[in-house]
């Protein structure tokens, strides 16, 4: 089980960035296909992006392709998530997620997919 950690979240205009961290303890990160989601009030958590253990292939949610980018650092045991071109629709509670896989390239779009949850981080985006 892996515990995870958000950081980075703030109030940023529309049209700036923000990158987000979260870090994981566990000895194991790099079995770990990552994740990150975003949730407003009374809304469903949603998928923004994903990445597969080996770091090697990721996958984006349509509303935020083209502006975000998942990366992740095997080394620090931390994945981020780089928000450009911020809009105020992607105001939100965003939060990691962390599943093991068997396979090097897998990840999910699912919440249900996904085993370990950080506590949420807030991004707010003024117009």
């Known amino acids: 089980q892996a515990h995870l950690v958000e950081s980075g979240g703030g109030l940023v205009q529309a049209g700036g960035s923000l990158r987000l961290s979260c870090a994981a303890s566990?000895?194991?990160?790099?079995?770990?296909?990552m994740a990150w989601f975003r949730q407003t009030p009374a809304k469903e958590r949603k998928f923004v992006a994903a990445?597969?253990?080996?770091?090697?292939?990721?996958g984006y949610a349509d509303s935020v392709k083209g502006r975000f980018t998942i990366s992740r650092d095997n080394a620090k045991n931390a994945v981020y998530l780089q928000m450009s071109s911020l809009k105020p629709e992607d105001t939100a509670v965003y939060y990691c997620?962390?599943?093991?896989?068997?396979?090097?390239?897998?990840?999910?779009?699912?919440?249900?997919?996904?085993?370990?949850w950080g506590q949420g981080t807030q991004v707010t985006v003024s117009s």
């Open positions: 990445i597969s253990s080996s770091g090697g292939s990721t």
């Open positions: 997620a962390a599943v093991v896989t068997r396979i090097g390239s897998t990840w999910y779009q699912a919440p249900p997919a996904y085993e370990d």
């Open positions: 566990t000895y194991t990160f790099s079995s770990y296909a």
